[in-house]
């Protein structure tokens, strides 16, 4: 046999990546039978739903959803009021006469456009900091082996029971002595590590087969190579679920901000909403403007991410 026969033969074996993959997918697909007309059409798990019970769920999953929207809805209302409607007794749900002024002072009493570029800056750091090192942390407690992992994974998860309160100054007392006091770089530090993070991924990866770690090391890739062209690839829905609630959890940061940057430049919305707090009053109208227009953001990337993020929180505590 001449040498490009055998390069095409070689090349048409499957490795035994391959071979594993094709059988996790293969266990996990529905299965298909042949339909009507010679289409094939995927075997139902559960009996259909009746008609009264599927009236009820629509009616029960629109009232639940009212009720989240109630406090939304009575933001937007009093970002278009006057400062002495918005706590108006009886709640007038419908503005008499709408102060889209609000909207355009926003953007001319503060400098709305810088808070938010720090505010996109620090979630977008800090959300790929925590994908990247929880997903490869837990990639560690999950698909290798050695002496003292569970113990160890154990022990770093615990540190989510401890209060922030409790390490919050010592926090503060390393980054004044390393100069970092009124950064970002402060913030992105603190918080590119989460135990939550390695938790959440870890839970998705015991639902992928070790066959396909121990598989690829036989083609002779190394860990990190498994880790990033077989695991991750197979763990979008995780990965969008920790981007999301990553994100939010930094945008709305009010806290660390707070402790950490002084400068006005550096400040994020949250901080910037404060300057309409005075010593003896405050412009709740002028609030309610800011926190519709910081509230997009979050509401734009759930969307876009939703399917994603709803698949990875019900998959991430099955343990396959």
Known sequence: MSTSATTR??????????VA???VTDAITPPVLPG??????????????????????????????????????????????????????????????????????IWTRIPMLTYLKNSLFLSVTITILQVLTGSFAAYGFSKMHFKGRDVLFVAYIATIAVPWQAYMIPQYIM???????????????????????????RQYYLTIP????????????????????II????????ASLALLTFV??????????????SNDLWTVQLGLRSFVGQYDAEYALIMAGSVVSVIPIVLIFLLGQRYFIQGIATSGMKG
């Not at 970092?180 to 989460?194: D, E, M, R, Y």
């Not at 959890?249 to 002084?262: A, Q, R, V």
Request: aromatic share 14%.
């Open 36 to 105: 009507a007309g010679g289409k094939r059409t995927r075997v139902r798990r559960h009996g259909p739903i009746s008609p009264l019970r599927r009236v009820l769920i629509y009616v029960m999953l629109t009232v639940l959803t009212a009720i989240i929207f109630v406090p939304f809805f009575w933001m937007v209302s009093s970002s278009l009021k006057q400062n002495n409607e918005v706590f108006s007794i009886p709640v007038q749900w419908i503005p008499t006469e709408f102060v889209w002024q609000n909207y355009v002072d």
């Open 21 to 23: 993959i094709a059988e």
């Open 249 to 262: 959890s930094t945008w709305n940061d009010y806290m660390g901000p707070f402790i950490y940057l002084t």
């Open 210 to 229: 070790d066959e396909l770690s121990e598989a690829a090391r036989i083609d002779g890739l190394n860990e990190y190579a498994i880790w990033w062209r």
């Open 9 to 18: 033969a070689s090349s048409t074996v499957p490795s035994s990546a391959d």
């Open 232 to 239: 991750l690839p197979l763990t979008k829905p995780a990965l």
């Open 175 to 201: 980054m004044q002595n390393a100069g970092l006091v009124n950064t970002h770089l402060s913030i992105i530090l603190l918080q590119a590590f989460g135990a939550f993070g390695v938790f959440l991924m």
